[in-house]
């Protein structure tokens, strides 16, 4: 008892590892990092806190002055040190980090526009869902960092926005999610998302069915000639999709390859925002003349 006493009070050295990022980037420069974006800090700890980390283990981040890449290309973190602990609570003293110096590789700066995409994971009451667009202001922004990292930037996506038990319009500001990429910068740095969110019913129709890859028989008639197509509409729009917004085929190609007994329905034509729900039948038999 007397030695665990002492081991947790006894002040000792504990290493962990941080994720980095960087503030104070200098204007006018792009730059690579020639090394991994994790470091080992070294700390002055308790037993007891080493004890307490040790059960609840965590990544903890830190952030990097860059401040100094104005007249070099690397930075020493024994320099940092001041800078370092006050991002840490106070009895946690960090006496060093390894590897103590950071390179960097600068190139070109150069600047693009590219869309954003909203991501969302919602949960909606029984019988809700979107009913129409989503609206995003702005819908694009401008992207600043090193020519090869910007090149192969197509769009940014936002942080995922939740929501369980939606009822009514989704309005909110979402921020857009660099993916870890710490030398790039966006402006603006959010967008202002408006999800439409309405009350939504079943709606049938009867669909006539088309044949394709059928000009070199005499003629191809299915059993039955529809199909029944069963999908969820918003309120609003039920009276404004027929029939006719919709398209079924059957291909003859599967057929002419792989003489199946039936041809599977394929919807090639569906309206924005109705979601389906069944076809019936999703087969259908048929009858060639050649």
């Not at 950071?102 to 190139?107: Q, V």
């Not at 809700?128 to 600043?144: A, D, L, R, W």
């Not at 000639?225 to 599967?254: C, G, H, P």
């Amino acid at each position: 008892m007397a030695w665990l006493l002492f081991s947790i009070s006894n002040v000792q050295t504990y290493t962990i590892k941080t994720g980095i990022s960087y503030v104070n980037i200098p204007e006018q420069k792009a730059f690579h990092p020639l090394q991994s974006d994790t470091v080992n800090v070294r700390m002055k700890l308790s037993g007891w806190k080493i004890f307490l980390k040790k059960l609840n283990p965590d990544t903890p981040h830190i952030q990097v002055d860059l401040s100094g890449l104005k007249n070099r290309n690397y930075i020493v973190f024994t320099n940092q040190l001041g800078y370092i602990n006050r991002q840490f609570p106070v009895d946690n003293q960090v006496i060093g980090v390894n590897p103590d110096t950071l390179f960097f590789d600068f190139s070109k700066q150069t600047q693009r526009k590219v869309p954003v995409r909203p991501l969302h994971n919602i949960q909606f009451k029984k019988q809700y869902g979107i009913i129409g667009e989503t609206k995003i202001s702005p819908q694009y922004v401008t992207v600043t960092g090193p020519l090869e990292d910007v090149a192969n930037i197509e769009y940014l996506e936002t942080d995922t926005i939740r929501g369980t038990q939606i009822s009514s319009d989704i309005r909110t500001v979402a921020y857009l999610n660099k993916h870890q990429k710490n030398n790039i910068t966006i402006y603006p740095t959010f967008a202002e998302i408006t999800i439409p969110v309405g009350e939504i019913t079943e709606k049938v129709v009867e669909v006539p069915l088309k044949v394709e890859n059928a000009s070199r028989y005499t003629t191809v008639r299915t059993l039955p000639s529809k199909v029944k197509l069963t999908f969820l509409v918003s309120l609003k729009d039920y009276n404004k999709w027929t029939s006719r917004d919709f398209e079924a085929i059957v291909d003859m190609e599967n057929w002419a390859q792989n003489r199946v007994q039936s041809l599977p329905v394929i919807l090639t034509k569906v309206p924005d925002y109705c979601q389906m729900v069944s076809i019936e039948p999703q087969n259908v038999d048929f009858f060639v003349r050649r």
